[in-house]
T-cell receptor
Framework: DQQVKQNSPSLSVQEGRISILNCDYT??????FLWYKKYPAEGPTFLIS?????DKNEDGRFTVFLNKSAKHLSLHIVPSQPGDSAVYFC????????????FGDGTTLTVKP | DSGVTQTPKHLITATGQRVTLRCSPR?????VYWYQQSLDQGLQFLIQ???????AKGNILERFSAQQFPDLHSELNLSSLELGDSALYFC???????????????FGAGSRLTVL
């Protein structure tokens, strides 16, 4: 049972436009949701997180929205830049799992110049 | 450089063999996590250690084992290797063991294992 799902394996957007990456989860016990970015030949790096008690968190060009009733979160990147091209992983963690994070399969974002 | 060091970067071995992957966590981090990423798939959680003790276990095969040493470095041992064990193995570290606040993981660059 995959508790965190990213249903879009890939997304392509034009430079300067908005990128929206989506993530669904099934476990209502998750306390935090995180996004990581991964470039080839590197490990994932933390991007932004949101607590389950919030519905929005913003950090520069990156905003994460959480809809608890729908068990859905999304990452908005505005404006998108070619350097944002990477694999984006959605992850979730909670007190019931000792802080370990459960990851989705990732979405490959390509930002075209 | 994330501060998490994994060795070796690449490893090619044969079926039935045993390998050891090593991880040095970021300075000050007490928790170490191991994840497996098979081709084009997500990160599958294997096991977590906190300050030398096993804290959580995921889908780790019985042929795999891990430990965290007093200096906090960790090793992942993979034995009786099969073709399907070919994957990227990531180590990550964090300050926390028990959850309080968003538990941000710092990842190493991974160890790519190829089983022929």
């Amino acid at each position: 049972d995959q508790q965190v799902k990213q249903n879009s394996p890939s997304l392509s957007v034009q430079e300067g436009r908005i990128s929206i990456l989506n993530c669904d989860y099934t476990n209502s016990m998750f306390d935090y949701f995180l996004w990581y970015k991964k470039y080839p030949a590197e490990g994932p790096t933390f991007l932004i997180s949101i607590s389950s008690i919030k519905d929005k968190n913003e950090d520069g060009r990156f905003t994460v929205f959480l809809n608890k009733s729908a068990k859905h979160l999304s990452l908005h990147i505005v404006p998108s830049q070619p350097g944002d091209s990477a694999v984006y992983f959605c992850a979730a963690s909670g007190q019931t799992n000792a802080g370990k994070s459960t990851f989705g399969d990732g979405t490959t974002l390509t930002v075209k110049p | 450089d994330s501060g998490v060091t994994q060795t070796p970067k690449h490893l090619i071995t044969a079926t039935g063999q045993r390998v050891t992957l090593r991880c040095s966590p970021r300075s000050g981090d007490l928790s170490v996590y191991w994840y497996q990423q098979s081709l084009d798939q997500g990160l599958q959680f294997l096991i977590q250690y906190y300050n030398g003790e096993e804290r959580a276990k995921g889908n780790i095969l019985e042929r795999f084992s891990a430990q965290q040493f007093p200096d906090l470095h960790s090793e992942l041992n993979l034995s009786s290797l099969e073709l399907g064990d070919s994957a990227l193995y990531f180590c990550a570290s964090s300050v926390q063991g028990a959850h309080s606040g968003a538990n941000v993981l710092t990842f190493g660059a991974g160890s790519r294992l190829t089983v022929l």
